[in-house]
């Protein structure tokens, strides 16, 4: 009977040893998680706070509209230099949530600084009878007087010219803050 409390006092033994280990595992995986958890959170709030990247800052171009509408419209144009065809197009009218057929997507035109009888549009891009944005880039500048309300009569009456229906005739501003513009009717 010895030799068996002996082999039973082992076996006691060794299911409170896997007993602590795994107490102490778990114990070990959630001081992990926590340290993760406070790692991600802490990198996330050090890096929107130190990290300010900004290509047009590099160039010295930060505050410049004219070179920001520039590479606006060449990131929008599918026939421009950077080989990456209609992605950025279709990604901004995605994100803009412009309903324009696919298909419209295919062909169309990108220009800057648009001259209309009231207003110069930034970026305008157009596929005749299919659709047409007017996209004025705001980084630093503020509104000159009713701006906004005299583009949006441009682009309407250049829509008609087109041929553009008045529900494919979009007007996008576009603002590093997201702010709306201080007239029309966004």
């Given at each position: ?5 002996r082999?039973e ?15 102490r ?6 001081e ?12 996330r709030?050090?890096w ?14 930060r505050?410049d509209?004219?070179?920001?509408s520039?590479?606006?419209?060449w ?20 994100l ?6 696919s ?8 220009r ?19 659709f047409?944005?007017?996209l004025?880039?705001?980084v ?13 009569r ?23 803050d ?9």
């Open positions: 009977m010895a030799a068996q409390s082999i006092r082992i076996d006691r033994f060794i299911a409170d040893f896997r007993a602590l280990r795994a107490a595992r778990g114990a070990r995986l959630e992990m998680e926590a340290f993760l958890d406070t790692f991600e959170a802490t990198h709030r050090i929107r706070v130190r990290v300010d990247f900004n290509v047009f800052g590099l160039l010295g171009v505050t509209e004219v070179c920001h520039g590479v606006l419209a990131l929008l144009d599918a026939e421009s230099g950077h080989g990456q065809g209609d992605v950025f197009m279709r990604a901004f009218a995605d803009c949530r412009l309903d324009i057929p298909q419209a997507l295919d062909r169309y035109l990108v800057t600084e648009f001259v209309g009888a009231e207003s110069i549009i930034d970026v305008m891009v157009f596929s005749r009878g299919e047409l944005i007017y004025e880039n705001k630093f500048a503020s509104e000159g007087s009713h701006q906004v309300d005299r583009e949006f441009d682009m309407r009456r250049l829509g008609t010219a087109l041929g553009v229906p008045e529900e494919r005739q979009f007007a996008v501003f576009l603002t590093p997201g702010r709306s513009p201080l007239s029309g009717d966004a």
